[in-house]
């Protein structure tokens, strides 16, 4: 059974930064991608960043606006280098790993979650 397990979430002011990493007791070849998706209460999940093992493309959702970084660590596990953090970043963070086609952002995409950390940001 694949487990993902996160950690590094906290509470920051802002303008401050946090590290968010994931590791994973393995996929033997069922994860083609790993990243984060996060929810804000009241709101549906969303893409965060993502990274395609393989090949090491990135992508961010649009409210990232360069403040974020994805990188593997490993061929299982990643880490999230998290910049100039405000309020509205405040969320539950998840890990996520998928394989398969559709666009990065797509929930259905994601068959294996963490269990999510919470990032508070305070202004």
């Known amino acids: 059974q694949v487990q993902l397990m996160e950690s590094g979430g906290g509470s920051v002011q802002a303008g401050g930064s946090l590290r968010l990493s994931c590791s994973s007791n393995g996929f033997n070849g069922a994860v083609d991608s790993m990243g984060w998706f996060r929810q804000i209460p009241g709101k549906d999940r969303e893409g965060v960043a993502v990274?395609?093992?393989?090949?090491?493309?990135t992508y961010y959702g649009d409210f990232v606006k360069g403040r974020f970084t994805i990188a593997e660590d490993t061929p299982t596990s990643v880490y999230l280098q998290m910049n100039d953090l405000t309020a509205e970043d405040t969320a539950v963070y998840y890990c996520v790993a998928g394989q398969g086609g559709g666009s990065w952002d797509r929930l259905f995409r994601y068959k294996y979650w963490g269990q999510g950390t919470q990032v508070t940001v305070s202004s």
């Open positions: 990274v395609y093992l393989r090949y090491g493309i």
